[in-house]
């Protein structure tokens, strides 16, 4: 069945042969379906018609193939002949007489010497069988629009799990989330608080005394606000890819449970290296705010003062007012979002002046959330083993232009006989086999077609 689907879709012309018993078989009436989309030449013979069946068959027919849109075909009638063996004499029992089928082989003579039909006929297959072709170029356009839908919804969900998990990170440093009560109460220890609302001059020449014990053997407490801070930071950017990673594992089940079946399960949790990795993510941007800070520290006065409290110390006075700077807030605000932060801020205004340090603040937290998204956006992109398969090769646009320039170029080579042509009936479940095979046929027939020319039809 598959190779005569190859052979039939390679024929400028179809001679169809039933019976009154089998003209209304659906097997046969799927290929006649298939020329009539087709627009291909078709012939039928009505063989073996007796007197009662040529009553009522051959008009049944006719409305068939009219309902078919095969208007203009061919219908040619045997009659029945119950006894070969009774022809004439001299001539063999093994055939029909030759007046029986003198329509029929006219026919067949006729066009077969006329080079001109031959060529209307090869043309008018030609014709259907690129339309057909590119119909079923239509369908895949429609196919690979719903698959590139699919996969860029899948993608865009998957982006907002961790969007959102990127936006809990920066959030929990944004509004005082990671300054706990222990974390304040070492900073505390650190710079002291006294004196801070009594004065200036005599806040700073306390806190320069309180940081100055840290150099003479007391160093714990800041060590423990590093610690603390670098933790805590640690923690949420973990427990937030963990999140993620769950939240966009569980959706892919939901809406593509056989794109999950054969995934790496490692994908419902973070990266095995997540841990390493937000470690060193806090690490780098801490000594990126050790460089920012020597490099704001221009003239002397600025030098002394930061040689005076420390470089650590200012650091994480730094971190500390970044963390406690929510939407912008400094001054009183920061009191009142941060507790005790305030005591960073001014420590930093001590040295840098407050619209320096305004600048410094926001350097810092543009550069935190920008590490943040870098490492989110790595997990993000292991998820996208899902969607990267679903969107290799041609896009839906590039075979939508391809199959425009197809219809073009035929169109021009046939001189405009690319016509629409009667839509094919395509079977609820159609054989692979067969379709391959069709369009085997149909591409032998269009390569046949252009290398003989436009002068050379085939019958």
Known sequence: RALASQLLAAAD???????????????????????????????????????????????DLRRMMNEAGLHDATVFTVPFVADLG?????????????????????????????????????GKTVAGAVQTALDRVDTLVGRRERQEAFANQLDASIHEFYTTANRQVIDATSDGQLLRSEVMDRWQD????????????????????????????????????ETEIESGLHAVIVDAAESAASRAWAHTG??????????????????????????????????????????????????????????????????????????????????????????????????????????MVTQARNDLNERLGGLFAAERDRYHVFTDPLLEGATAEQIRDASQQARRAVDAKLLGVVDKQVPARIDDT??????NSTLRGLFDQLRGNFRKGSDNGTV
Request: net charge negative.
């Open 254 to 359: 939901a809406v593509a449970p056989e794109l999950r079946t054969d995934a790496d399960p490692a994908l419902a949790r973070a990266s095995t290296d997540i841990s390493d990795q937000a470690a060193k993510l806090v690490r780098d941007w801490q000594q990126e705010l050790v460089g920012h800070i020597q490099d704001t520290a221009g003239d002397k006065r600025q030098r002394a003062r930061l040689m005076s409290f420390g470089l650590n110390v200012v650091t994480v006075a730094l971190m500390l007012t970044v963390f406690a700077s929510t939407a912008g807030l400094t001054g009183g605000e920061v009191a009142i979002a941060g507790g005790s932060a305030v005591l960073g801020q001014k420590l930093l205004e001590t040295i840098f002046g407050e619209d320096t340090v305004r600048r």
């Open 86 to 122: 009774a022809e004439k004499s001299g001539e063999s029992g093994e055939f029909l007489a030759e007046d029986l089928v003198a329509s029929l082989r006219d026919y067949l003579t006729t066009l077969a010497e006329d080079t001109v039909a031959r060529r209307d006929v090869a």
């Open 190 to 225: 650190v710079i002291g608080t006294s004196d801070v609302f009594r004065g200036f001059e005599r806040w700073f020449s306390s806190a320069i005394d309180k940081v100055g014990s840290f150099f003479t053997g007391q160093p714990a407490p800041l060590r423990e606000v």
């Open 430 to 435: 159609p054989n692979d086999d067969l379709n």
């Open 13 to 59: 012309l179809w001679v169809f042969v039933t019976t009154p018993a089998r003209y209304a078989d659906q097997l046969v009436w799927n290929f006649l379906h298939d020329a009539a989309g087709r627009g291909i030449e078709v012939v039928v013979v009505l063989n073996r018609l007796d007197e009662k069946a040529a009553e009522t068959v051959p008009d």
